[in-house]
């Protein structure tokens, strides 16, 4: 028997949590839930889920961006996939490296000041973010996609078939 695909949910909103559970239990996936970052890297350590969806903006507006790249940083979590449920708009791109796009983005005088950069090779399916920290730095990090909120199966579930098949 196939052991259930764990997939962990973090987000401070109560009732997208809620629709995204059912969606996926529904689908067969053991889910767990987190409202803040501190739950959500405390479950990855020790659940080691197969997928984590995160939420942008939570406590800060940058503590999905925050956790996706503590979660990749890691050693021992580097390699578990991060989707990104994000309202912000997302920059699509086919051209390789979307790292190298990021920072043609950022030197670029129309799109230099936004605090957010959501790029997507389609592709490749390749995606990353690089956001200004309070600081003014520039970070990027890769993720495995994006979902655009608010959230829909029709959209959810094909996004997390392709990254949960690589």
């Known amino acids: 028997m196939e052991t259930k695909k764990k997939i962990l949910l973090v987000d401070d909103d109560v009732d997208v ?3 995204v559970e059912a969606i996926l239990k529904r689908e067969g996936y053991e889910v767990l ?8 890297m405390k479950l990855v350590k020790s659940w080691k889920p197969d997928l984590a969806i995160l939420d942008v903006m939570m406590e800060t507006p940058y503590e999905g961006f925050e956790l996706a ?9 580097r390699g578990t996939p991060v989707l990104m449920q994000t309202s912000i708009d997302v920059l699509v791109t086919t051209r390789p490296g979307v790292q190298e796009m990021a920072r043609e983005f950022r030197n670029d005088p129309n799109y230099r ?21 309070e600081r ?5 990090f890769p993720v495995n996609g994006f979902i655009r909120k608010p959230v829909s199966s029709d959209k959810l579930l094909p ?5 949960l098949k690589n």
């Not at 000041?113 to 399916?125: F, M």
């Open 17 to 19: 949590i809620t629709i």
């Open 159 to 163: 996004e997390i078939h392709r990254i």
């Open 113 to 133: 000041d936004l605090e957010v950069i959501l790029l997507k090779n389609i592709d490749t399916g390749d995606a990353g973010v690089d956001y200004r920290t």
């Open 136 to 140: 003014g730095e520039s970070v990027f």
């Open 33 to 40: 839930s987190a409202g803040n970052k501190s739950e959500g």
């Open 69 to 77: 790249k503590e979660i990749k940083d890691d050693v021992h979590f």
